[in-house]
């Protein structure tokens, strides 16, 4: 690379940069965010019986004095947040799915560990009572949605890349309009909305629960384009910003907002599983939200717009050799799976969709599938893999999303059934779980050797590229965030599923 490359790559760098926020900056914005997060958290506690998880508040004897004490953790806590996004480039919504995995990091770390060791017992760390815990874990995801998103309103950015919720020209119109196909599209393909919003929704109205759904649509659309209003990643990163956006929807409002206008807000583990039909339907809503908002956008821009960039990005994918490449990757991680699928029996299963019970045509049928997601997985991420980390992050985040949309939807709607998305039908099929986890890992992982070495990668060293270019960075950096939420949920599911059936 010669020494004007290299120079105009170091200004590139400086230019897009996120802009590092002073120390004492950040500890008094994350303070204040946490604050406001734990304010929020307490109000919901209000409406709660004791929790053991809160045994701060009991210790002191006085409600005001825990209240106070319950505040000052949560600046505390905040003001660790603010530290560890100084150096993020990280737009609205990467920022609040940041602050869900920290609270979920402090539920662990606080109610599970410090506090029982505080009080002289041990760490809390069994299924159990994990479960008798799980108001606590409600409430801190919440503590971490509620203190993202305040950190987005106090930093106030000075440079591009850090969080701001400035749209884009166009970027509510999309939103919205993908809001309302996408909630279509989910109550039209699969005969249900997201039962628990929906149904209240339909009830204040008088109308059924899929046109509640679809009356809803905006909102979901709008709060989408709020938090990413930025639309330069590919359609891959937009499906699992839109699973991770779903599963903050049914935080918000089938586990709280539907209890407290019915009344009772127990963030029970019983009422997580009665509410779990509404999981899959809204995971799905967010993915269809987001990859409708990102192909109304691209389209209109690409319309309407002058600016050639728009159509510079409709690039070739690779042609047959990264097609193989993917077949290869697919078939990598199908064998993988395939290793549980044996010991759950789940072959048979997916036999029947070639009309047969035979372990070995499970396999082949089995094999094919998984090659075919591989293609789709390549076509997807091929410019938004970046290095293994964030490589294995989209293959979990891909692997959970098929076993959602795949084994819970689309394969019991193949063998003649509705979709399984109740507590109890979901239990059966948590092996299938872990065999789609372990596919979209060794997919992923298997795609980046591939690519690394026959692929995009040396295309970028044989022409010099920095891999270091600043809206590729700002893409990659979105990785870390989405992908600690999809282990959050990963962790949640098993949870609540657990002994129903």
């Known amino acids: 690379m010669s020494a004007a490359t290299r120079s105009t790559a170091r200004m590139a760098r400086a230019a897009t940069a996120p802009e590092i926020q002073p120390r004492g900056q950040a500890l008094l914005t994350g303070g204040l965010a946490g604050m406001a997060g734990g304010l929020v958290f307490g109000a919901a506690l209000t409406e709660l019986a004791p929790l053991p998880s809160m045994a701060l508040l009991m210790v002191t004897g006085s409600a005001a004095l825990g209240f106070l004490l319950h505040m000052l953790v949560g600046g505390v806590l905040g003001s660790g947040f603010g530290l560890l996004l100084r150096w993020r480039r990280a737009g609205p919504g990467e920022t609040v799915a940041y602050g869900v ?30 479960q008798e815990q799980f108001a606590g874990l409600v409430g801190h995801l919440l503590w971490g ?38 909630a279509w599209l989910v109550a039209a393909l699969f005969g249900t909305g997201p039962t628990g919003i929906a149904a209240l929704t339909g009830r204040a109205l008088g109308v059924g629960p899929v046109l509640a759904a679809t009356l809803l649509g905006p909102l ?29 929807w049914w935080i918000a409002a089938d586990l709280t907002l539907v209890p407290l206008l019915g009344g009772e807000l127990t963030w029970s583990i019983d009422a997580a599983r009665t509410a779990f039909g509404a999981l899959p339907g809204f ?45 290869a990757a697919g ?20 036999a029947r969709l070639a009309g047969s019970d035979s372990e070995l045509a499970g396999f082949a049928v089995h094999l094919v599938i998984s090659t075919a997601i591989g293609v789709t997985f390549g076509q997807l991420f091929r410019d938004d893999h970046g290095d ?33 998305w109740a507590a109890g039908e979901a239990a059966g099929a948590f092996g299938s779980l872990i065999g789609h986890l372990a596919y979209g890992l060794g997919l992923s992982a298997a795609f980046h050797a591939l690519e690394t070495r026959l692929g995009t990668g040396r295309i970028r060293r044989a022409l010099g590229e920095d891999r270091t270019d600043g809206a590729r960075a700002a893409v990659v950096a979105t990785a870390p965030a989405l992908s600690a939420v999809t282990l959050v949920i990963v962790l949640v599911v098993p949870m609540v599923l657990a002994g129903t059936r």
């Open 388 to 420: 293994l980390g964030s490589s294995l992050g989209w293959g979990l985040a891909y692997g959970f999303l098929w076993w959602n949309l795949g084994a819970l939807t689309l394969l019991p709607m193949l063998l003649g059934g509705p979709p399984q």
């Open 101 to 130: 995995a920290y609270g979920a990091l402090w539920w662990y770390a606080g109610p599970l560990t410090l506090m029982p060791i505080l009080l002289g017992v041990d760490p809390a760390w069994g299924l159990q009572v994990a």
């Open 220 to 248: 979901v659309g709008l709060g989408y384009a709020l938090l990413f209003p930025r639309t330069t990643s590919g359609t891959g990163v937009a499906i699992i910003r839109g699973q991770v956006y779903g599963f903050l």
């Open 331 to 350: 078939s990598a991680g199908g064998l993988l799976f395939t290793l549980a699928m044996h010991q759950t029996g789940y072959l048979a299963t997916v």
């Open 283 to 327: 995971l799905l809503l967010g993915v269809a939200v987001a990859t409708l908002d990102r192909w109304v956008h691209a389209t209109s821009r690409l319309l309407f717009s002058d600016d050639v960039r728009e159509v510079s990005q409709l690039r070739a994918r690779g042609g047959l050799p990264a097609v193989a490449r993917d077949m």
């Open 145 to 182: 949605g509620v203190t993202g998103l305040a950190v987005v309103l106090l930093r106030r950015p000075a440079r591009p890349g850090l969080p701001s919720f400035r749209l884009g020209e166009g970027r509510l119109a999309s939103g919205m309009l993908a809001g309302v196909a996408g």
